[in-house]
């Protein structure tokens, strides 16, 4: 049995260093495996190519991210399981990103930065908050995290799963119309999915009342770029704050990168921290060997 881990190097020292302490006995190799038929475990962010032939007696692949939608699930042989990092700043950093984002488009951060650049000195009408409504699209660890965050602030809170899920104060919806309609700041928190691939498209910013805003912070192929800038200079949706784009980084001069309802990060929302991530894993592969459920298996069939 060995472990072989292959992205950041220096993230791997950490890894390395977490692994000799609790399963000293677990060959761990950085880079690649001498032998990689003996590798029971990979810690990657991308599949190595042609996985099955050289990797026969893989059982877990670990997502050095929070995603797994970057790995091709084709390619990983099914008796594989895939499992996504799971580690407490994940959400932590979360909760800051989307309280930052949901304050800003709540107090019009976007226009009175477009007013101080212009030399402009003129206040609009504070909003109280119990009447802007919030949207969470995905009720997972991030959403149930965020809505968490928002609560002390007084604005109603809704979310949107594909089951049904109850969580104290928020109306939990599975019904994207009915959710959309009473939604004025949508916050997206969800997997990519093929069923999440496109869902924000002209249609579905159509169903937001009118002068509603985005905090995006799935992933960029959930999102059809043109709609949403149509929906901007329409006057459909008043701003949005972007985490994610398809591709990142943008191209330079990508109309995203100017447009002045747009504040734009570069997927910075959350960053895994090397050492919490190397506990997960190492409390991952434990589970493994003892035969017990591992932490943040996903479920192939659903894509998360
Ligand atoms: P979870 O798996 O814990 O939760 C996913 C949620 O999305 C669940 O509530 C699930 O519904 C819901 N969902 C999935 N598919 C659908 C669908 N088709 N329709 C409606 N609801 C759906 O994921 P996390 O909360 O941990 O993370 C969510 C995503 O956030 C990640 O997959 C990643 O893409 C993104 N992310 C982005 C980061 C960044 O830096 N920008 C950092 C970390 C994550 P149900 O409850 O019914 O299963």
Excluded: K
């Excluded at 472990?3 to 302490?21: C, K, M, Q, T, W």
């Excluded at 990983?76 to 994940?90: D, H, K, S, T």
């Excluded at 589970?287 to 459920?293: E, L």
């Amino acid at each position: 049995m060995a472990l072989l881990f292959r992205s950041d190097p220096a993230r791997g020292a950490v890894f390395r260093d977490a692994f000799a302490e609790a399963l000293p006995e677990l060959p761990f190799h950085i880079g690649a495996a001498p032998e990689p038929e003996a590798v029971e475990y990979i810690v990657t962010w991308t599949v190595p190519e042609r996985l099955a032939e050289t990797h026969p007696r893989l059982r877990l692949i670990f997502s050095v991210g929070a995603g797994v939608d970057q790995f091709d699930l084709a390619a990983v042989p099914a008796g594989v399981g895939v499992v996504r990092m799971l580690e407490p700043g994940i959400p932590e950093q979360m909760r800051e990103y989307v309280t930052m984002a949901v304050l800003a488009l709540h107090r019009d951060l976007p226009g009175y930065l477009v007013q101080q650049r212009a030399g402009l000195w003129q206040s609009g009408r504070n909003r109280p908050a119990a009447e802007r409504r919030i949207g969470v699209m995905g009720l997972g660890q991030l959403g149930a995290a965020v809505l968490g965050a928002l609560a002390p602030f007084g604005f109603p809170l809704a979310g949107w799963s594909r089951s049904p899920r109850q969580i104290p104060g928020v109306d939990c919806y599975t019904d994207l119309p009915a959710f959309l309609a009473r939604t004025d700041i949508l916050v997206c928190l969800l997997p990519l999915t093929a069923e999440t691939e496109g869902l924000m498209d002209a249609g579905f910013f159509a169903m937001l009342p009118a002068g509603a805003s985005l905090v995006h912070a799935g992933r960029g192929r959930q999102l059809d770029h043109g709609a949403l800038l149509a929906a901007l200079d329409g006057g459909r949706l008043s701003g949005a704050v972007l985490d994610v784009t398809e591709p990142e980084p943008l191209p330079a001069g990508h109309p995203f990168r100017s447009h002045p309802q747009i504040l734009l990060t570069p997927h910075i929302a959350c960053q895994t921290r090397a050492a919490d991530g190397a506990r997960h894993v190492v409390a991952g592969v434990m589970a493994d060997r003892a035969g017990a459920p591992v932490p943040g298996l996903i479920d192939r069939a659903r894509g998360y």
